[in-house]
């Protein structure tokens, strides 16, 4: 056919996106990302065009001239996997490390990235493996004991970021001057930790996503052995140990969410009430909410119930508590056989007290023969203390008149 013609609806698609964008305001100042380290900044802008989301823009920081990637967004669209408003960003900044978030502020917005730039970084970037060869031997020969990483290539090539791994201090200066000769431009090295080696190089990790340094996460916090003993069941290295080397970045800020978990889970070997009755919890699972608990009334036997259907066992159980505690009651022959002495001491104190007073007359067998023993003994005592040569008792004590 000659020519074709464009469908009304399509027509009038474009009709209204350009009355929408010529209805938009030049923004004041633009949030970008560049670097190979992902750095976020918001930079002055004094452009009259208005990008889009995404936009490839051309920035100046103290580093020099490169090329950024815009975040913020124009419109009111920011929900695009380019874009983001102003409000959730700030929101992001907060919740991701607040004033130790890396953010600047300092540089600006020179214009947005044409063919000719995006083209010159291209090359740049397909001569960087070339760059790499040429510096790791210059390493060698000049026998630094310091690893490369990486290196970063400024647009306009006015100069090469040697990114590497040191454990102490390098005099790199003879190397910094073989690779200022070799491509006539400034040349900065710049030492790196484990975690931004990995933040580099490092593609994916054992989940299957990107490594979340180098996709989103921008403080890197120490993260604590104690984190990696709630959150997994071993604490084999190979198991809990990231790109870098170190614990996984994901156990830190995941912990808040098990240590929450785990307030709601009863402790082990404690004594719970389940539907099907009392137990004692022999272990729990955090993510799934579950307690595994022994029945006490089915022995050797195990069942798993959700969080929600246990609950503290109660200090009195209903069940015990019509029935004494072990208290066995006391004998009745014991019983009498403790009062009766009790009661004769009583009697043996009421005859010492008086001589005078006669003792009562026996009208019960029982009270003669219990009684009997007692007058003995008391005949007995009287009998040691005179032989002692001590008179005492009612016989009067001294000579005999």
Known sequence: MPGTITPLPIMLQEEEDRKAYQELNSPKSIVVRFGYLKQIAELAYNGSDKPGCGSKMVIRTKRG?????????????????????????????????????????????????????????????????????????????????????????LLGGERLIFHYIADEWVDFRELVRKLATEYQTRIEMHQVNDRNEA???????????????????????????????????????????????????????????????????????????????????????????????????????????PVEDVSPASKKDPAKSEVPSKVKPRPQARTQSKSQPREQSQKASANASSTTQQAPKNTNADQNSAEAPTDGKKKKRRRRRRRRGGGGGNAGGGSGS
């Open 65 to 153: 001239i490169e090329l950024a990637e815009m975040l913020t967004t124009t419109c009111g669209n920011d929900g695009c996997s380019k874009s983001v408003s102003r409000e959730k960003m700030l929101d992001y900044i907060q919740a991701s490390g607040g004033k130790d978030y890396p953010f600047f502020n300092q540089g600006k917005v020179l214009r947005i990235a044409n063919h000719d730039d995006l083209h010159e970084q291209r090359l740049l970037d397909d001569r960087k493996q070339q760059t790499i060869q040429f510096a790791k031997e210059a390493i060698r020969e000049t026998k630094l004991p310091m690893t490369l990483v990486d290196v970063e290539p």
């Open 199 to 305: 933040r580099l190089v490092a593609d994916y990790e054992k989940c299957g996503q990107h490594c979340c340094c180098k996709q989103f996460l921008k403080v890197l916090k120490p993260v604590s052995m104690r984190s990696a003993k709630v959150q997994k069941a071993t604490l084999d290295p190979a198991k809990i140990s990231g790109r870098c080397g170190r614990l996984m970045c994901c156990l830190r800020y995941e912990d808040q969410t098990y240590q929450e978990l785990l307030r709601n889970l009863p402790r082990r070997q404690t004594a719970v009430d389940t539907p099907a009755g009392r137990g004692v919890v022999l272990s729990t699972q955090i993510l799934t909410q579950l307690v595994l608990v022994r029945l006490d009334d089915v022995p050797n036997k195990t069942e798993a119930y």
